[in-house]
């Protein structure tokens, strides 16, 4: 059973505007979320992380947000560029090296 | 560019014969992880090596056989591969230990006919 999940297969984003990508998980022993960006032909580039003890991480045009009561976390890209379209996967891990990773959301962002 | 280098980037071999992936790293890591990826789904781990021993392997078949010789370098030998093993096979490194992010190669395109 998928024991995280991005409900939305893709997204369409303006440039400049807000792209918010949402992550689900069902594990309450995950305490250790990641963002992964990957290109075509490429593989999955480290993209910005967040520790169950934060609700928020910010680095630069990225931040992720943490609701622990609600199993779900977030990624905002302010503002969207187009050399962000690219497949964007969350993972998350409960403290070992083990990560378990959504199923990607493809967002396109259109000059 | 990748700091975790595969190779060979694609590989096409037939159900009888024996090949080997590459990966190559030198940030240091003392974990590496061999991922399997198919098409629109999420990577799914296949084995983990801590301090150059193995320390999970997801129930992957045989015919799959990773080694970490040293700390930079991991193998994955492949013999007598299924079509339905045909897929993207990516590896990762990490420091050993909780909330520490992978780093991932590019990965090797496999096809097997």
Same mark, same amino acid.
């Given at each position: 059973?998928?024991?995280?999940?991005?409900?939305?297969?893709?997204?369409?984003?303006?440039?400049?505007?807000? !792209?918010?990508?949402?992550?689900?998980?069902?594990?309450?022993?995950?305490?250790?979320?990641?963002?992964?960006?990957k290109?075509?032909a490429e593989g999955?580039?480290?993209?910005?992380?967040? !520790?169950?003890?934060?609700?928020?991480?910010?680095?630069?045009?990225?931040?992720?947000?943490?609701?622990?009561?609600?199993?779900?976390?977030?990624?905002?890209?302010?503002?969207?560029?187009?050399?962000?379209?690219?497949?964007?996967?969350?993972?998350?891990?409960?403290?070992?090296?083990?990560?378990?990773?959504?199923?990607?959301?493809?967002?396109?962002?259109?000059? | 560019?990748?700091?975790?280098?595969q190779? *060979?980037k694609h590989?096409?071999?037939?159900?009888?014969? @024996?090949?080997?992936?590459? %990966?190559?790293?030198?940030?240091?890591?003392?974990?590496?992880?061999?991922y399997k990826q198919k098409a629109?789904k999420?990577p799914?781990?296949?084995?983990?090596?801590?301090?150059? @021993?193995?320390?999970?392997?997801?129930?992957? *078949?045989?015919?799959?056989? *990773?080694? %970490? +010789?040293?700390?930079?370098?991991?193998?994955?030998?492949?013999?007598?591969?299924? +079509?339905?093993?045909s897929a993207l096979y990516l %590896?990762?490194?990490?420091?050993?230990?909780?909330?520490?992010?992978?780093?991932f190669g590019d990965g090797t395109r496999l096809s097997?006919?």
């Amino acid at each position: 059973d998928q024991q995280v999940k991005q409900n939305s297969p893709s997204l369409s984003v303006q440039e400049g505007r807000i !792209s918010i990508l949402n992550c689900d998980y069902t594990n309450s022993m995950f305490d250790y979320f990641l963002w992964y960006k990957k290109y075509p032909a490429e593989g999955p580039t480290f993209l910005i992380s967040i !520790s169950s003890i934060k609700d928020k991480n910010e680095d630069g045009r990225f931040t992720v947000f943490l609701n622990k009561s609600a199993k779900h976390l977030s990624l905002h890209i302010v503002p969207s560029q187009p050399g962000d379209s690219a497949v964007y996967f969350c993972a998350a891990s409960g403290g070992g090296n083990q990560f378990y990773f959504g199923t990607g959301t493809s967002l396109t962002v259109i000059p | 560019d990748t700091e975790v280098t595969q190779t *060979p980037k694609h590989l096409v071999m037939g159900m009888t014969n @024996k090949k080997s992936l590459k %990966c190559e790293q030198h940030m240091g890591h003392r974990a590496m992880y061999w991922y399997k990826q198919k098409a629109k789904k999420p990577p799914e781990l296949m084995f983990v090596y801590s301090y150059e @021993k193995l320390s999970i392997n997801e129930s992957v *078949p045989s015919r799959f056989s *990773p080694e %970490c +010789p040293n700390s930079s370098l991991l193998n994955l030998h492949l013999h007598a591969l299924q +079509p339905e093993d045909s897929a993207l096979y990516l %590896c990762a490194s990490s420091q050993v230990g909780g909330n520490q992010p992978q780093h991932f190669g590019d990965g090797t395109r496999l096809s097997i006919l």
